[in-house]
């Protein structure tokens, strides 16, 4: 498996790969190192959720910049030279959200990733100094992908190296070459539009420099203005306009002082005076979309499966307004990593990789949308403005898809159709499972559900008990929830049985349960088995699925939990699939049929019959790129 660019999206497919001991994974970069500075820096809160799947949304929280407020400047109506502030909102009025919205540097995101995949089973690291070529594929072979690459820095520069891969994502942001090599173009706006973007230090009188602020002037100029970590460094996105097709270089040769001058005259009454700049750069980028994000050409679709990807900035561009650059690319990653993951450890069959191309590609249709519509109206004169509110009404009232919470997949082999959604109508079947507060009963611990959920590549089963405790069984007195238990736990139609022999019963699906009542009534012995299953090398009993509702929170309450009990459904990326009342186990079995391969013991790689998936392996993958 080959990944090509080490951006965010290569980053997190990566970094989720990682966790799939059976996997031989390369990423490769053409720098010779790490991103030391630069480039996105917005977060947004769907991302840190994600973070936290990978155990560092805290620890990015505490470096960050928190975005809480936006506020609106315009120009004076009385001295339209002049700019006032005209509104400020609170970023998050809905709490669409319990993580904050963030701005963080992208080469730090990185490195966070860079860690959890140094720190996985598979102990990766990226392969620095290696640029993808070209590529070709065969129709056959078990390596039928062929990449072409070139040594860009070490003893071995200038020189060309061939690898074969089973699948080949790129990653390889706006000007991929993986991108070229399957035929894919990126249709679109022909015209870019430029911003001067400087990382700054400076002293000003302006006074909302600490704020998230949104600047148009009378001049028709606009700054977007992103404070920065650490109390001093802000951005600024000074606005450029359109490129020139005819003269390109005139935008492009834009000074630093130019930049500063442009953004004084926007400011005015207030004055800028620039101390330092940590960096800058012309970030010029058009509205740009390919129909489609893998090598299966719309003639061969349902014919054969995809061997090439392409993820990110080499599939989707747009402008930096609506702050989306890095958090989509992850949520392309964090959609495809898993089910390669799964088809490589033959857990599913491969038609599951076509998924990712029909997800995504009308997510990223969408962002570009919805970020023409935004850039437009910020791009508009005051005195074109219908209402003058009409801007920050935009900007609250379509919240929720800055934040990343809009995505709603449609019915598909991973999300079942909605027919039992009256039965849960907080967790909207395609949509990202929203976490709750909710009480672990091994310990009392009030903890988030959703927060428990970590990248680990596994299903997900929530079962929200009926109103019956947990009791010891007696022969014909089993409510529906024990019933569900055992269901899951023994039959040979339970998805559980697809579980390697040998395996932990939980390697595959972690199948939690939450009880409606205070956690004291729950009397742990008598929970069934299905909820406490024994893992690891020494048989341990994990007591950490068991919860109960939070009195000050329920639950049930809180996503419309129908009480005579629901089953809730998550894929590995946190969306969820389906939601089912207790009682439809057929309904489950035949969802997750056409997911599962069924394996001989035989045909498993050594990583997946011991320790399950927190099992840390201790071989690194084969040499350079011989899967
Ligand atoms: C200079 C610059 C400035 C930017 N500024 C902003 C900004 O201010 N605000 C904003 O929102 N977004 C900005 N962006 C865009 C934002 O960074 C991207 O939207 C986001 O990083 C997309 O992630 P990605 O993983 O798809 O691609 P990228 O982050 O672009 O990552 C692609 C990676 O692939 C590597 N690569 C490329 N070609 C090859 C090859 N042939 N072989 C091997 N490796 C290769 C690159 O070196 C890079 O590390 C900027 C991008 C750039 C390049």
């Keep these: 498996m080959l990944v090509v660019g080490t951006g965010p999206a290569g980053m997190l497919a990566a970094a989720q790969l990682s966790q799939f001991p059976g996997v031989a994974t390369r990423i490769v970069e053409r720098r010779p190192g790490r991103l030391a500075i630069g480039q996105a820096d917005g977060i947004q809160t769907r991302t840190v959720e994600t973070f936290q799947a990978f155990g560092f949304a805290e620890r990015i929280i505490a470096e960050a910049y928190r975005i809480t407020e936006t506020a609106f400047w315009k120009p004076d109506p009385a001295d339209p030279s002049r700019i006032i502030r005209t509104a400020r909102t609170p970023d998050d009025p809905a709490e669409i959200s319990e993580f904050p919205h963030l701005v963080v540097n992208q080469a730090r995101v990185l490195d966070y990733?860079?860690?959890?995949?140094?720190?996985?089973?598979?102990?990766?690291?990226?392969?620095?100094?290696?640029?993808?070529r070209s590529l070709s594929v065969a129709d056959e072979g078990e390596y039928p992908v062929t990449v072409t690459l070139l040594h860009t820095s070490g003893p071995n520069e200038g020189q060309e190296r061939v690898v074969r891969a089973k699948y080949v994502v790129g990653a390889d942001g706006a000007r991929s070459k993986v991108r070229e090599s399957i035929g894919c173009t990126l249709a679109g706006d022909q015209a870019n539009h430029a911003w001067g973007v400087m990382d700054v230090l400076a002293n000003t009188d302006f006074p909302d420099i600490r704020l998230k602020c949104a600047i148009q002037s009378g001049s028709g100029g606009s700054i977007l203005l992103i404070p920065r970590e650490g109390g001093h460094l802000f951005r600024m996105y000074v606005d450029l306009g359109e490129v020139d097709p005819n003269n390109k270089g005139a935008v492009r040769n834009t000074t630093i002082e130019e930049i500063i001058h442009k953004a004084n005259e926007i400011l005015h009454p207030y004055t800028l005076d620039v101390r330092n700049i940590a960096w800058h750069s012309v970030y010029e980028v058009g509205h740009r979309l390919t129909d489609r994000f893998d090598d299966v050409?719309?003639?061969?679709?349902?014919?054969?499966?995809?061997?090439?990807f392409i993820t990110g900035d080499a599939c989707h561009t747009h402008s930096a307004k609506a702050g989306q650059g890095m958090n989509v690319s992850m949520q392309?990653?964090?959609?495809?990593?898993?089910?390669?993951?799964?088809?490589?450890?033959?857990?599913?069959?491969?038609?599951?990789l076509s998924t990712y191309s029909a997800e995504r590609q009308v997510v990223a249709k969408n962002l570009i949308d919805f970020d023409k519509e935004w850039s437009t109206l910020m791009a508009k004169r005051p005195e074109e403005f219908e209402d003058p509110s009409e801007l920050e009404d935009f900007y609250v009232r379509t919240a929720e898809f800055p934040a990343g919470f809009m995505t709603e997949y449609a019915p598909s082999m991973v999300v079942a159709?909605?027919?039992?959604?009256?039965?849960?109508?907080?967790?909207?079947?395609?949509?990202?499972?929203?976490?709750?507060?909710?009480?672990?009963?091994?310990?009392?611990?009030?903890?988030?559900?959703?927060?428990?959920?970590?990248?680990?590549?596994?299903?997900?089963?929530?079962?929200?008990?009926?109103?019956?405790?947990?009791?010891?069984?007696?022969?014909?007195?089993?409510?529906?929830?024990?019933?569900?238990?055992?269901?899951?736990?023994?039959?040979?139609?339970?998805?559980?049985?697809?579980?390697?022999?040998?395996?932990?019963?939980?390697?595959?699906?972690?199948?939690?349960?939450?009880?409606?009542?205070?956690?004291?009534?729950?009397?742990?012995?008598?929970?069934?088995?299905?909820?406490?299953?024994?893992?690891?090398?020494?048989?341990?009993?994990?007591?950490?699925?068991?919860?109960?509702?939070?009195?000050?929170?329920?639950?049930?309450?809180?996503?419309?939990?129908?009480?005579?009990?629901?089953?809730?459904?998550?894929?590995?990326?946190?969306?969820?699939?389906?939601?089912?009342?207790?009682?439809?186990?057929?309904?489950?079995?035949?969802?997750?049929a056409p997911l599962l391969q069924p394996r001989r013991p035989e045909e498993l790689p050594s990583s997946a019959l011991s320790g399950g998936p927190t099992a840390h392996s201790t071989t690194t993958p084969s040499a350079m790129m011989n899967n």
């Design 113 to 132: 990733f860079a860690e959890f995949m140094a720190d996985s089973p598979t102990r990766m690291s990226p392969d620095y100094g290696f640029e993808f």
């Design 332 to 352: 392309d990653g964090f959609n495809l990593a898993w089910k390669l993951g799964h088809v490589l450890e033959g857990r599913s069959p491969e038609s599951l």
């Design 297 to 308: 050409l719309p003639e061969q679709r349902g014919t054969r499966t995809p061997r090439v």
């Design 417 to 592: 159709a909605p027919e039992h959604q009256h039965l849960a109508t907080g967790f909207t079947v395609g949509k990202r499972f929203k976490s709750a507060p909710v009480v672990r009963v091994c310990d009392a611990n009030p903890v988030q559900l959703g927060h428990q959920a970590k990248a680990d590549g596994r299903w997900r089963i929530y079962v929200f008990a009926d109103p019956a405790t947990p009791q010891t069984p007696q022969a014909g007195t089993a409510s529906p929830t024990e019933q569900f238990a055992d269901w899951i736990a023994n039959s040979p139609e339970s998805p559980l049985a697809a579980t390697p022999e040998g395996a932990d019963p939980d390697a595959w699906f972690d199948v939690n349960v939450i009880y409606q009542q205070d956690h004291t009534a729950i009397d742990f012995g008598a929970v069934p088995a299905a909820f406490k299953p024994r893992v690891g090398p020494l048989q341990l009993t994990d007591y950490e699925k068991v919860y109960a509702t939070d009195p000050t929170a329920d639950i049930f309450d809180l996503r419309g939990l129908d009480r005579g009990g629901v089953v809730v459904v998550v894929r590995p990326d946190q969306y969820v699939a389906n939601v089912l009342p207790l009682t439809a186990t057929a309904e489950l079995a035949a969802f997750f």
